[in-house]
């Protein structure tokens, strides 16, 4: 009989250790796969605001270059972000807020206070005003219209 519980208890602790390590496994790789999904997906996000925002900040250098807009001429690039449905922008120099604007029409109540300025870095452009190169975050909504 005490052979018999001598086995039992073996058995009991070889599978209680397979399954810690069987558990550490699986929840390590859910971990490591997570972080990957979530990796790609803000990833993917970044490149999607830069792909679909980029084609308005080319016009808009442009635009900038053909009526020799500087910084100050506020309601020049108004006009012209108006003309473009701009939902957002952004004009800053060295990371201080020259001058930017929200349509609160365009952009759905919880994305206003996630266009602030403070969040907006990474996905500023330069562009070339007459009197200096400033960065320049241009939100069009586009976000909005893929929900």
């Given amino acids: 009989m005490r052979d018999d519980l001598k086995r039992v208890k073996q058995k009991?602790?070889?599978?209680?250790?397979?399954?810690?390590i069987g558990t550490c496994i699986v929840f390590g790789l859910l971990y490591y796969l997570g972080i990957d999904l979530l990796s790609y997906y803000i990833e993917a996000g970044s490149f999607m605001i830069y792909y679909n925002e980029k084609p308005y900040i080319d016009e808009f250098q442009q635009y900038v270059s053909d009526n020799d807009i500087s910084t100050t001429d506020v309601e020049q690039y108004d006009e012209w972000?108006?003309?473009?449905?701009v939902a957002f922008y952004s004009v800053q120099e060295m990371g201080k807020v020259i001058y930017n604007k929200s349509n609160v029409d365009k952009l759905i109540s919880p994305a206003k206070n996630m266009y602030d300025y403070r969040f907006t870095g990474s996905y500023e452009l330069p562009v070339q005003f007459s009197d200096i190169e400033a960065e320049v975050f241009i939100y069009t909504g586009f976000y909005i219209n893929l929900i």
Avoid: K, N, P, Y
Avoid at 12 to 20: C, E, H, P, Q, W
Avoid at 81 to 85: K, P, T
């Fill in 81 to 85: 972000m108006a003309e473009h449905d």
């Fill in 12 to 20: 009991l602790s070889l599978t209680f250790a397979i399954a810690i």
